[in-house]
């Protein structure tokens, strides 16, 4: 069985910095990304990267995050610098995993609350 677990949010300062990890377990994986959701609003994609660690973020995150990966562990991290107020939101890690029937299995973590104070 694959799980995903999220772990790193907290409470931060503007200006602060953070780093998440998702640990994923049964498998390694493929593909993966960290989204996020802020208090009435829909959830959005913030970064993603590849198995070959090929990555893509969001307009609101580039320069700021950096997504990483280290297959060893097979985890996923989100470190995120220059936080700001807007940046206050549930993050999800969301890891696809190879299957056998050639289509990867999606699985969503949790969830961890990263809230930036002003």
């Known amino acids: 069985q694959v799980q995903v677990v999220e772990s790193g949010g907290g409470l931060v300062q503007a200006g602060g910095s953070l780093r998440l990890s998702c640990a994923a377990s049964?498998?390694?994986?493929?593909?993966a990304g960290w989204h996020r959701q802020a208090p009435g609003k829909q959830r959005e994609l913030v970064a993603t990267?590849?198995?070959?660690?090929?990555?893509n973020y969001a307009d609101s995150a580039k320069g700021r995050f950096t997504i990483s990966r280290d297959n060893a562990k097979n985890t996923v991290y989100l470190q995120m610098n220059s936080l700001k107020p807007e940046d206050t939101a549930v993050y999800y890690c969301?890891?696809?995993?190879?299957?056998?029937?050639?289509?990867?299995?999606?699985?969503w973590g949790q969830g961890t609350l990263v809230t930036v104070s002003s």
């Open positions: 969301n890891v696809k995993f190879p299957t056998t029937t050639g289509r990867d299995l999606e699985v």
């Open positions: 049964g498998s390694f994986f493929n593909s």
């Open positions: 990267i590849t198995y070959g660690s090929r990555t």
